[in-house]
């Protein structure tokens, strides 16, 4: 065994890190963008300032809905939905947040917290099939196995799927948002590959998520309160007005999601 540090030579994530900024999204590059995520209100918090800036280029971008988010724990503050209204109130708030990100909507219909249940390869073919139709040039989903939620594990393994499935010729480029802990991603994944810079259109992202009042409102509520914000609360609110960090993910590359089979 030689000593890294003695020798000069790193290991691939250093080098990396040491090396290789990450590349710069360009909207302008782009033929067209789909965002492939489980619940409404995930098109902003993962990519809505990357969605603003791509319509704002022209470029057409639309989000691939996976559920209507019925099962979710947040009902407003004070509560202004029950568990029956809630899928109508969360469909009424992505068509509003995407009005905001000059995004189009559709939805797959899967069962709220059941897609991990679901058939992975099946769920790849509603994916592939919108991806064929819209051929856009890049498809971002949520880092299979830095997801955080099944939910969002199991539709970024199926979206990979999808893409695998596909002629090499006419793959789209595929991004992914690693959640979670920041120190935690970067151990494990090393720095990100590219990095969209949302400053310009951060208010409408801000604006896009308060669209999402019955899951969001708690959360603003909490940035008011700056005495209140530890550094972390900080770190994370300054994280996602400025800047939209993604993996570049090889489709032909078994996902963790598989590797843990
Ligand atoms: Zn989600």
Not at 149 to 174: E, F, Y
Request: charged share 30%; hydrophobic share 40%.
């Amino acid at each position: 065994m030689t000593d890294a540090s003695a020798t000069g030579s790193h290991t691939n994530a250093e080098c990396e890190a040491l090396d290789t900024p990450p590349e710069a999204f360009t909207p302008s590059a782009e033929r067209g963008v789909l965002a492939v995520f489980p619940h409404p209100d995930d098109e902003s918090f993962a990519a809505g300032g990357t969605l603003a800036r791509c319509s704002e280029a022209g470029v057409a971008t639309t989000y691939l809905c996976g559920t209507y988010g019925d099962m979710g724990r947040r009902l407003g503050r004070p509560a202004f939905t029950n568990r029956e209204s809630l899928r109508d109130v969360r469909t009424a708030e992505l068509k509003e947040a995407c009005a905001v990100l000059g995004c189009n909507v559709r939805f797959m219909g899967l069962r709220d917290k059941c897609v991990e249940f679901e058939d992975p390869e099946e769920v790849a073919r509603m994916v592939r099939a919108v991806i064929e139709e819209l051929q856009p040039s890049t498809v971002i989903t949520y880092y299979p196995g830095h997801g955080v939620h099944p939910d969002h594990d199991a539709l970024g393994h199926s979206t990979v799927l999808a893409v695998r499935d596909m002629p090499r010729a006419s793959r789209p480029r595929l991004l992914a948002r690693a959640v979670g802990d920041r120190a935690e991603v970067l151990a494990a994944l090393g720095p990100a590959h590219v990095a969209s810079d949302i400053l310009a259109v951060r208010d409408r992202k801000l604006d896009a998520l308060r669209a999402h009042r019955s899951q969001t409102e708690v959360m603003f509520a909490h940035w008011e309160d700056e005495a209140e914000l530890d550094d972390q609360a900080k770190a994370f609110r300054e994280e996602f007005t400025k800047t939209e960090s993604f993996y570049l993910l090889d489709p032909d590359a078994k996902t963790l999601i598989e590797l843990a089979l």
